[in-house]
């Protein structure tokens, strides 16, 4: 309630949009707890703010709308988790020749106030509502949220304030909040994901008006709990020789999300471009009159593309049928500086693609910071998963505002590919190949057939005739089966690495994650600066954050490993 209590919001810095989900048609459901005075304050107006504001912790913002916290959009495309995470594991491009300039402490400002004086706000305003009217389903929702946003958190910054960022009980602001270390508060959050599901499993005086998520399933808030712990304990498994016990005993309990339609997500109906924006922000960016903001990853696109991947015309759609400097294809100097140039010698003795990728597939190298050509109505922008744009058939259009489903699009925050992923981390832990093959090949298979599923729908006038066929996906299966068959360990870990950033398209919380707990994968296309400084391992401080609270000091630099992460640099710079 960020407006009833500026205090405590000037204290941590240091809207509600009316959104539906699967389950929820009617737009006029929720409103702004920031609007009213406390004695108008309703537990129903705190979660949607709270649930709303959740999902742009991870999705940032597509047209800074003044009733959100997303103020700027910095150098970082949006904002959220997700694309910094994209930006770092290749999976969308980071304009950065090194990584000490990527990002600043001034790019974070607005996930930090988002997270304290949003999320964190709303839920301690909303707690004592909640508790007097025994709301205790409000309670459980916003406990499993506080627990996921603090989580992410650390993942991203390491030791953040949290027993101190927000007293709502006193009524007093703390302007000084010290910083809890990321252990204490990776175990605060399993605590309170405990709470979660004992507040699921009772008798609540009254649902929420509006679950965004799973529409008052309280099973289902269940298995995403005890999903998010098992996440939680796979990702501590190096710091914790308990964790994988843990892990496995929810594993042999079966409650934790294993059918897709089981996904925590959340479902953009791109009911309106503008105060409130409801579309899909990277739609929003990328699907503009003047074209793309936003630059595909050469390196996933190649991967995609050498592979047959089934999923590729999903997730990319191409404004021109030809690259400049492809092979067979004269250069543009105007359109893409790099065709004439010759590829770092890095990338020549890697083998690495360099500028161009054929079959009109146009986007950037890892690292290219060049400026801005006139280019936005003929690169590759996303497709129609997971963002509400077009299917790729070969039309090689330009796009616009209206195009594809106009950004009716979904945001994955736990998926059942994405467990099976994690159980085949697991097995490769323990050394059981077969299960770790096994768990792969399910993950690849739901992924592909979510991606269907959800996209089928969303084609309108395109020519489905370009839409893999069972064959197409069982031969992609198949071949799959054998790179990993026949892969020496290492070779094993980079498959199933490669498989996850895939699968895991506009979700680049859990790749960044997943790729500095193992180091894999190895085939990541290095930075086109030869030297870029090391990988980053967590964020500045947000520069605000630093200024206003005496109890934060800035780090020396973004090599400093989150507590979970004792596992060294990741291989590719």
Request: charged share 20%.
């Amino acid at each position: 309630m960020r407006n009833i209590n500026k205090y405590i919001a000037i204290a941590v810095l240091g809207t509600t949009l009316a959104m539906v989900s699967c389950e929820t048609t009617e737009l006029d459901l929720t409103a702004n707890p920031n609007a009213l005075t406390p004695d108008q304050a309703n537990p129903d107006f705190f979660l949607s703010s709270i649930q709303e504001d959740f999902i742009r912790q991870f999705e940032g913002d597509a047209d800074f709308d003044a009733n959100d916290n997303w103020a700027s959009g910095g150098n970082t495309t949006g904002d959220g988790f997700n694309e910094l995470g994209m930006e770092l594991t290749r999976i969308v491009n980071l304009s950065g020749r090194n990584y000490l300039s990527a990002y600043q402490g001034s790019d974070m400002n607005d996930e930090w106030a988002n997270a304290y004086q949003g999320i964190l706000n709303d839920i301690r305003q909303m707690q004592p509502l909640a508790e007097e009217a025994e709301l205790t389903h409000h309670l459980g929702i916003a406990q499993f949220i506080e627990a996921f946003l603090m989580v992410s958190m650390v993942d991203f910054f390491g030791d953040v304030p949290y027993t101190e960022a927000i007293q709502a009980e006193s009524g007093e602001p703390n302007f000084n909040p010290a910083v809890d270390s990321g252990e204490s508060i990776y175990a605060a959050s399993l605590a309170l994901l405990n709470q979660a599901i004992a507040n699921f499993a009772s008798d609540a005086a009254s649902d929420p008006v509006v679950d965004f998520y799973y529409g008052n399933d309280y099973d289902l808030w269940t298995k995403a709990a005890n999903t998010l712990k098992m996440k939680i304990y796979l990702q501590t498994r190096l710091v914790d020789g308990s964790a994988l016990s843990a892990f496995d005993a929810i594993v042999a309990s079966g409650n934790y999300i294993t059918d897709t339609s089981e996904d925590m997500l959340w479902e953009w109906p791109a009911s309106s471009a503008t105060q409130p924006d409801t579309r899909h922000p990277r739609f929003g960016i990328n699907y503009q009159d003047a074209g793309a903001n936003e630059y595909m990853s050469n390196w996933l696109m190649n991967l995609m593309d050498t592979s047959d991947d089934p999923r590729i015309r999903y997730y990319f759609y191409r404004q021109n049928n030809a690259t400049p400097g492809a092979p067979g294809i004269d250069p543009d100097e105007e359109t893409l500086t790099c065709s004439l140039n010759t590829p770092p010698a890095h990338y020549v003795n890697g083998g690495f693609t360099f500028c161009s990728l054929p079959n009109g597939y146009w986007g950037r190298d890892h690292g290219d910071a060049d400026g801005i050509p006139p280019d936005g109505l003929l690169r590759t922008v996303y497709g129609v998963y997971p963002v509400g744009g077009l299917f790729d058939d070969d039309t090689f259009a330009e796009t616009g505002p209206n195009s594809g489903t106009g950004g009716n699009g979904i945001s994955n925050l736990l998926t059942a590919f994405g467990v099976d992923f994690m159980l085949a981390e697991r097995a490769m832990v323990a050394g059981n190949v077969p299960a770790a093959q096994t768990a792969l090949i399910n993950a690849v298979t739901k992924s592909i057939e979510k991606v269907l599923a959800f996209s089928t729908p969303r084609l309108g006038s395109a020519d489905a005739s370009f839409a893999p066929s069972a064959g197409d996906i069982s031969g992609f299966i198949n071949e799959l089966t054998i790179a990993f068959d026949e892969a020496d360990n290492n070779g094993k870990w980079d498959i199933i690495g490669e498989q996850y950033f895939v699968a895991h398209f506009g979700n680049g919380v859990e790749p960044y994650n997943f790729y500095r707990r193992t180091n894999f994968p190895t085939t990541l296309q290095p930075n086109l600066e030869p030297n870029p400084d090391v990988f980053i391992q967590s964020m500045y401080y947000p520069t605000d954050a630093v200024n206003n609270n005496s109890n934060i000091t800035q780090k020396a630099n973004q090599q400093q490993p989150v507590f979970w992460d004792d596992n060294g640099v990741p291989p590719a710079n």
